[in-house]
């Protein structure tokens, strides 16, 4: 196989996500999670191509079914969360004024950026020039957003909870 051709994706799904901030003009982008290789996860929302190590995408995954918890909790003021586990990113419950909890969960990741992509590999504790922040929010009204120092995307509780999902899914296939 030459370097330009593809491997066939070994997981792939699809789905249109709510702009969260602008869903009353009904704004959606695609996103995609796939899997070609054992040791990384794709994840393409709109025309942005992230990929992520094994373990970032699976931390992401578990912050993101945090996220959606909180959020679900609020439909009946209780606080739902995780079962208790050691977390790569540093993770805040908080309640503000309206009794409403929030969720947030950040971290500084080591990256790899090329023109079409970027890659974050591993955790870091110590700032240098090769990394990105990555957060994890709820929102107002029920939504989650998605922050990179270069852009952020924000969804539905829905489409959180899916691509955590599908973020597993594709960790799971060798």
């Given at each position: 196989m030459s370097k330009t051709e593809?491997?066939?994706?070994?997981f792939f799904a699809?789905?249109?996500?709510?702009?969260?901030?602008?869903?009353?003009?009904?704004?959606?982008?695609?996103?995609q999670v796939s899997r070609q290789g054992s040791d990384s996860v794709r994840l393409k929302l709109d025309d942005v191509s992230i990929r992520f190590s094994k373990g970032v995408a699976q931390?992401?995954?578990?912050?993101?079914k945090d996220a959606f918890l909180v959020n679900l909790g609020n439909q009946v003021n209780v606080l739902f969360t995780s079962k208790k586990r050691k977390s790569k990113l540093e993770r805040k419950f908080h309640k503000d004024v309206s009794g409403r909890?929030?969720?947030?969960a950040d971290g500084r990741f080591k990256c790899?950026?090329?023109?079409?992509e970027i890659y974050f590999s591993k955790l870091v504790k110590i700032p240098g020039d090769t990394m990105e922040e990555l957060g994890i929010y709820t929102v107002e009204d029920?939504?989650?957003?998605?922050?990179?120092?270069?852009?952020?995307?924000?969804?539905?509780?829905?489409?959180?909870?899916?691509?955590a999902e599908s973020l597993m899914d594709a960790n799971r296939y060798e």
């Open positions: 593809m491997q066939p994706a070994v699809e789905r249109e996500f709510t702009c969260w901030r602008e869903r009353e003009c009904k704004d959606v982008y695609p996103c931390e992401i995954a578990h912050c993101l909890w929030n969720y947030m790899q950026q090329t023109e079409n029920g939504g989650v957003e998605l922050v990179f120092d270069f852009m952020c995307y924000s969804f539905s509780m829905q489409d959180a909870f899916w691509l």
